[in-house]
């Protein structure tokens, strides 16, 4: 119990993050930097590794928490298909990085309520836990494995439009 709550206080903290991989962008938007000469460099560079960064390492990153959330559902939500997992989780994960672009503390919130509704369950229900029944299902993932790819597409797309209206926000205001 206290490795799955430390693991879950880390990875929802991770996850609500809106700038993941610790882009400063807005003190680069604002500040700039200057040359020697005292002319400021061009933040153009800057903001397309930014978005070539969420374009090919998110996908990564996407994938790991899709499947972290998929795996505690698989362990501990024994009522649900393996389809209805996939969705929800997914739909989670999509759903905590948009708000992440709204709220940060919404963006946590949200990220750590199912690890957590699941751990009460699992401590409230003492036969929950089935290996038998979890070995059986592990056999069902195989044939949704052709649907994560369309979950990573979407995903990615979410993620670039709104690093891109965050963005264009940050240079209007």
Not at 44 to 57: C, D, G, L, Q, S
Not at 85 to 100: C, E, G, P, W
Not at 135 to 155: D, G, Q
């Amino acid at each position: 119990m206290v490795v799955y709550g430390i693991f879950i206080f880390h990875f929802y903290r991770f996850l609500a993050k809106r700038n993941i991989l610790s882009y400063d962008i807005e003190r680069r938007l604002r500040g700039g930097k200057l040359k020697s000469s005292g002319e400021k460099i061009s933040a153009a560079p800057r903001i397309a590794a930014y978005i070539a960064t969420k374009i090919f390492i998110f996908p990564i990153i996407i994938f790991l928490w899709f499947l972290a959330y998929s795996l505690f559902m698989l362990f501990l939500a024994q009522d649900l298909s393996i389809k209805t997992i996939f969705l929800v989780s997914s739909s989670l994960v999509i759903a905590i990085r948009i708000t992440a672009y709204y709220n940060e503390d919404l963006a946590r919130d949200i990220a750590k309520l199912l690890p957590l509704i699941l751990l009460g369950i699992f401590l409230l229900s003492p036969t929950f836990f089935d290996v038998g029944e979890i070995k059986s299902r592990l056999t069902e993932v195989p044939n949704f494995l052709v649907h994560i790819p369309a979950f990573i597409l979407v995903a990615i797309m979410v993620e670039t439009s709104l690093s891109i209206l965050y963005i264009i926000k940050l240079q209007i205001l």
